[in-house]
């Protein structure tokens, strides 16, 4: 019975390490594994006992694998050296390869190690073979005969200086299938297949093998029946008296089967590979569905929000009816929150959501969401008790991201309280943290779903789904963002009906010196709406009619066209002041028009395309501004004003 394989394991993290022996204990379940989890463990048990391979990790504290492997070299030339590590990286692997490691397998893919620990065994087995073989052919003829015929795996064959065959062992007549009356005599290549390529692959390896001493040989041969066989051995040659190479010999092995494996694995990567690239494209098709999503979902928005705009300022409506409107603008408000929701999520799915964050003051940034929040809250008659620290609250953050987030948590709060409730918010400075919480005594939650409620699509129960709506994404979003500024949100309650508390933890920016404020454009003569023109560029027939109303009302000139060739050639047979464009038209894309005309007057966007893909690509177009379909009229005049009153580019 052969001896329990001897393992020498260093790794320094108990799991990494049982997982590591699982996966050797797959292949062969009596081995034996030593852990050493430092420098002076391993130096002590390469001095006391035999192993037939070293596993190692890359990076320990204060002991690499780099000096690990010096060490092992120095103590043990030939024990394999396996680097099992998840942070080795392609350039390292290669230097370590160089220095003697015999391989790596990634812990992200220790389904590799059996294959891997197995090729290296081998690989010792046959380098011990071919050296006792090689040691033994030097011997006197008597002694070379008996070893050469026990080599039953190796097939050993012995040339003259013409490549004719003088010596075939029992190995080569079990792999190649000729007697030796048969083979004895005849040219080597009698065992190559037919064509030329193998012919010079011969002469090739002889060339080398004269100038090096030896060559590794690895090649198609053929049997006697005709059928192939990959052989892999070394090639030396005979020297004579004065230097003179007298003959050959040739050592070869059978490993057709690891070679056919070899190739599955590789055709294996290689499906994998196509595999990832179709997943890229797959990913690359979603982004454009739901870019296309959100600009087909916002444009209608969009016409509606100025059509309400319009009504809200002219229309007379019976005192029955005074409430649909701002009933018809806050369900404007819910469906384009829902519609950033379904985005964010989807960003953050795709590892895409990004941030820019900056010194901000995190109590302005709740002054702000509460701002926007207001008529939620009069509209519910709720009550909000603030109770903020009493120094500013510097964090370096997104304010954008960070107002979404507090925003998210006090509209829960409103949501999921009774009318008439109170919401707690309070803000503290505690261990350089920043602190809020958001109370409510609303109807609370079940112990079970204190973490499901930040998944993905999910709410406390299927009741609380019906009752209060929603798709259960703003908190899912509100702790990525609060884990991609380094903080945290945890959610508490003592249960059904007992309120809940939310608790947002930020790093502080401790002795932050405030931004500047930002320097003011230079004096420059306003432009008065009335008679400002605007080259309006909207292909959505709604939306183009209201908002033209809406900028015709505030004073502007407006000429509106649909595509991105009627643009350029209104632009080219007017004068305007200002260019205000969607992104996705029947013959382009704004952003052409916003390269063209760019130069000379202020281009903005009004789209439904807002990823951060699309504020980048109209941001190198020399766009002077990137609005969101859909964008209140008033918000619109706004950016309008101000990108008129500054400096022409």
Known sequence: MSEPLELLLLEDS??????????????????????????????QALATQRFDAVLSDYQLPGFGGDHALAIARARAPQLPFIFVSGVI??????????????????????????????????EVRERAARDAAEARLREADSLYAHIVESLRDYAVLLLDAEHRITSWNRGAQAMF????????????????????????????????????QRAATQ????????????????????HGEGGAVVGWCSIARDTTAEHLAAQVLREAKEQAEAARREAERASQAKDRFIAMLSHELRAPLSAVSAAVHLLERHASVPATHKDLVPLVRRNVAVETRLIDDLLDISAISAGKLGVKPELVDMHAVLREALTMLAEAIAERGMRVELALAEQPAWVHADPVRMQQVMANLVRN????????????????????????????QGIGIAPDALERIFTAFEQADRDTARERGGLGLGLAIARHLALAHGGV???ESAGVGKGARFTLRLPLREGAVPPPP???????????????RVLMVEDHPGAAMALRMCLEEYGYAVEHAASVAEALQLAQSQAFDIVLTDLGLPDGSGVDIG?????RLPVLALSGYGAESDLRSTAAAGFAGHLVKPVDPPQVHAVLQKLLTRPGP
């Not at 090649?219 to 005979?238: F, H, K, N, Q, T």
């Not at 709060?413 to 958001?438: D, M, Q, R, W, Y």
């Open 518 to 532: 930002p320097p003011s454009d230079p004096a420059a003569e306003p432009v008065q709406a009335q008679h400002a």
């Open 89 to 122: 990286g392609e350039d390292n692997a290669v230097e370590l390869l160089k220095r003697g490691a015999t391989d790596y397998v990634s812990k992200g893919r220790l389904e590799r190690l059996p294959l891997v620990l197995e090729r290296a065994l081998r």
């Open 595 to 599: 390269r063209a005309l760019g130069g």
């Open 219 to 238: 090649r198609w041969m053929r049997r006697r029946d005709g059928s192939r066989l990959w052989a892999e051995g070394v090639l030396m040659p005979l």
């Open 489 to 491: 949100l945890l959610a």
């Open 14 to 43: 108990a799991f990494d390490a049982e997982l590591v022996q699982e996966c050797v204990r797959a292949s062969h379940p009596a081995a034996r594994c030593t852990l050493v989890r430092d420098e002076a463990g391993f130096v």
């Open 177 to 212: 299938g000729f007697e030796r009356a048969e083979a004895v005599g005849q040219n080597a290549m009698l065992l190559l297949p037919e064509g030329e390529d193998a012919h010079e692959a011969w002469r090739r390896d002889l060339r080398l093998a004269a100038t090096a």
């Open 413 to 440: 709060a409103i949501k999921f309280s009774e009318p008439g409730g109170v919401v707690h918010l309070n803000t503290a400075l505690e261990s350089g943290e920043f602190v809020f919480s958001c109370c409510d």
